[in-house]
């Protein structure tokens, strides 16, 4: 854009000279003047800014505002907003905070995978176990940030979702081919995950809590995952990523109860006679080595929620003085040391208090297994409600991109929002078929190895290779060969995982029993 001249925001006459070309119309850009009449005949500009006289004040004012309007533009200070958004459940709202997004980041950083990182430390073991959940912790911290600070980074521009963001870094069509299957899987994905979960530590809850007294004929499990589908399709009909702030302080202080409350208790107990801290071993080096790829890719799957970051921090009001990221960096930062007091003590007590022993299905499998006797009912039975009450509330931060996909469908066909009955209605839908692929895959919540692997470009990788292609640090600097290093590091450790993954499925015998719930 051509310099204006410093004079021209200081004084400028009220009549146009006639040797003028050119006018400056309120948008703030140059255009032809129209045919000029005798000098004599004063122009009068027409704006919403300044009257329609002229003044030597008036017009001076109008053109400072003009200028002062266009540069805040230039520079991404008034950010043009779309107004689809104003529709949708994602951006419906902007008043969040940081402590919002304290709740949301850890309602969705901690949760049931965690529960599986003493699986992952049975085939590492101590050294490796520690110094791997160490390094997925900091990178992931680090790749956190880097999204933080690209919500905003193109001037004017807010990326509202994981996926505008990578056709903003990729293109169009290679940021959706890259970034939409391991979103999806991590929204819906997590989604039928949970309901898996839930519906399962319900069943063991009613066990727990009615024991020899329960004659009559109980649930099956498929009946529990249709009461615990019902109650996440009555709570997501809360509107708007907002206003489910107080779900996800329920999930996040869950969460941290029942983490701890876990291996409190497991620590507690006498631990098995034949417990051994020797890392599991295949009969073959392949096997091995497949073995502690899976188990690697279990640490990177308890490293989830980057796919919602963007959508978080959207919900938060941006401006000159006060942009979004510093409170969603404040919040991110609280809700990730709480997160580090779960995950830490859960891998590191529940290995100690287990071992090699520890069942495939972590933490709470090991507690109903070795403790059912030892540990009151009563805590036990508190744990485990704990549980439920945090995938009812992870179930809808995680929905919520799905909510906002169906929504930004119909709005877009229909250039109206949703009616109350349609917002519904999606919802509803979307509970009900996370409910099916459930009953028809109930082994999909074993998968943690394969699926971490699947979807560790999310968070490893993308955030890494978007920097320097938004950003664009000088080629050959140490910003540009840590970022690709770091970001072609992430995605070998993505390929081996799923192979590790894929290879452990098959040398453990893993029987995909469909439509057929234990």
Not at 87 to 109: C, D, K, Q
Request: glycine share 8%; with cysteine; net charge positive.
């Amino acid at each position: 854009m051509d310099e204006r001249p410093e004079t021209e925001l200081i004084s400028i006459p009220a009549t146009p000279r006639v040797s003028t070309p050119e006018i400056l119309t309120p948008s703030g850009q140059r255009s032809p003047r129209p045919a000029t009449k005798p000098s004599s005949a004063a122009w009068t500009p027409t704006s919403f800014i300044s009257p329609r006289f002229l003044s030597p004040i008036g017009t001076p004012m109008k053109r400072v505002l003009v200028n002062m309007k266009g540069y805040l533009e230039e520079m991404g200070h008034l950010t043009k907003l779309n107004p689809q958004d104003a529709w949708l459940p994602i951006t419906e709202s902007r008043n969040g905070n940081a402590h919002y997004a304290a709740f949301h980041n850890l309602n969705a950083g901690v949760g049931f995978q965690a529960l599986v990182l003493p699986v992952a430390f049975a085939f590492l073991g101590w050294s490796w176990g520690i110094l791997s959940l160490t390094i997925a912790y900091c990178w992931q911290l680090y790749t956190l940030w880097i999204l933080v600070q690209l919500h905003e980074a193109v001037p004017g521009k807010r990326y509202n979702r994981y996926v505008e963001l990578a056709q903003a870094a990729f293109g169009e069509r290679l940021g959706v081919w890259l970034a939409l299957f391991p979103t999806v899987y991590l929204s819906a994905g997590t989604a039928t995950a949970l309901i898996l979960i839930g519906g399962e530590t319900m069943k063991l809850f009613f066990q727990i809590v009615c024991g020899p007294l329960c004659t009559s004929n109980p649930l099956t499990t498929v009946e529990w995952y249709l009461v615990f589908t019902c109650l996440c399709v009555v709570l997501s009909q809360l509107p708007n990523l907002n206003s489910i702030a107080g779900l996800s302080l329920i999930g996040a202080v869950t969460a941290i109860t029942y983490s701890t409350m876990v291996w409190v208790l497991s620590v507690s107990q006498p631990r098995p006679a034949t417990i051994s801290y020797e890392p599991l071993s295949m009969p073959s080096v392949s096997g091995s080595l497949f073995s502690v790829l899976n188990a690697l890719g279990i640490v990177a799957f308890a490293f989830r929620g980057h796919n919602l970051v963007l959508e978080i921090q959207s919900t938060m009001p941006s401006t000159f003085k006060h942009p979004a990221h510093v409170p969603m960096w404040r919040g991110a930062k609280v809700a990730y040391f709480f997160i580090a007091l779960c995950i830490f003590p859960i891998s590191i007590g529940g290995f100690w208090a287990y071992g090699n022993l520890m069942p495939t299905g972590g933490m709470l499998a090991a507690l109903y297994e070795f403790h059912i006797s030892d540990i009151p009912r009563g805590l036990l039975a508190t744990a485990f409600l704990l549980v439920v009450f945090n995938c009812l509330s992870s179930f809808q931060i995680y929905s919520m991109p799905a909510f906002d996909s169906f929504e930004a469908g119909y709005t877009s066909r229909t250039n109206k929002p949703c009616s109350v009955w349609v917002r519904s209605g999606f919802r509803v839908f979307f509970g009900f078929v996370s409910f099916f692929i459930g009953v028809a895959l109930p082994f999909l919540s074993s998968l943690a190895g394969l699926l971490g692997g699947l979807t560790l470009p999310v968070t490893f990788a993308y955030p890494c290779f978007m920097w320097v292609l938004i950003k664009k640090p000088a080629k050959g600097s140490f910003s540009w060969y840590f970022h690709w290093g770091l970001g072609w590091l992430g995605v070998a450790f993505s390929l081996a995982f799923s192979i590790g993954g894929i290879s452990s499925m098959v040398s453990q015998g893993l029987k995909l029993k469909f439509f057929s719930p234990n």
